[in-house]
């Protein structure tokens, strides 16, 4: 059963650079062809999917959201990143890390945590 | 606005039966990508609750069952207890693999 945690900042300045990890634990992210991927939630609003991304590197964006946005894997620390530049107020929301599953469904997710952008 | 369509809420007393529907596109569900559910209880994360349009995942009570016809998907949900309340999300893809989340659906039971 794999395990992921969320963590980072939970305040960001606007325009400032929010950057996340997703530990996994409960197996090596690069042991089989998973996606891996990050999901926001807005306070009382609801799911938004960021980007995936395979542990190969291959990498898939929403259009919706800013230009802005890397996602990243470090097999070695089996741990993947979140980067969104330049923020602002709307980015506020809870981040999820989470990793697909048979059918493409998102079977694992993190706890979340929740960023907060604010002078 | 969702490019995949659920009502805001819908509502029902114990023991009955709600039905939860999620409409999409011939882009999306229409081009034959399959629909996933997931449920998300207050303060929580969400929670995979049928994958694959049908499949319920180990430990999922088979109170809930999924449907898939056309460019629509619905959840349905019998036997309702107290302990479904909650928020249900339909999620697919697109041709350029993005996934797609539902608005979301609050089932309130009464």
């Known amino acids: 059963q794999q395990q992921l945690q969320e963590s980072g900042p939970g305040l960001v300045k606007p325009s400032e650079t929010l950057s996340l990890t997703c530990t996994v634990s409960?197996?090596?992210?690069?042991?089989?062809?998973?996606?891996w991927g990050w999901i926001r939630q807005p306070p009382g609003k609801g799911l938004e999917w960021i980007g995936s991304?395979?542990?190969?590197?291959?990498?898939y964006y929403n259009p919706s959201v800013k230009s802005g946005v890397t996602i990243s894997v470090d097999t070695s620390k089996n741990q993947i990143s979140l980067k969104l530049s330049s923020v602002t107020a709307a980015d506020t929301a809870v981040y999820y890390c989470?990793?697909?599953?048979?059918?493409?469904?998102?079977?694992?997710w993190g706890q979340g945590t929740l960023v907060t952008v604010s002078s | 606005q969702s490019v995949l369509t659920q009502p805001p809420s819908v509502s029902g007393a114990p023991g009955q039966r709600v039905i939860i529907s999620c409409t999409g596109s011939?882009?999306?569900?229409?081009?034959?990508?399959?629909v996933h559910w997931y449920q998300q209880l207050p303060g929580t994360a969400p929670k995979l609750l049928i994958y694959?349009?049908?499949n319920r995942p180990s430990g999922v009570p088979d109170r809930f069952s999924g449907s898939k016809s056309g460019t629509s998907a619905s959840l349905a949900i019998t036997g309702l207890q107290a302990e479904d309340e909650a928020d249900y999300y339909c999620?697919?893809?697109?041709?350029?693999?993005?996934?797609?989340f539902g608005g979301g659906t609050k089932l309130t039971v009464l």
């Open positions: 989470a990793r697909v599953g048979t059918a493409m469904a998102w079977h694992y």
């Open positions: 409960g197996g090596s992210i690069s042991s089989r062809s998973y996606y």
């Open positions: 991304i395979h542990y190969s590197g291959s990498t």
């Open positions: 011939s882009s999306n569900i229409g081009a034959g990508y399959d």
């Open positions: 694959g349009n049908t």
């Open positions: 999620q697919s893809y697109d041709s350029s693999l993005a996934a797609l």
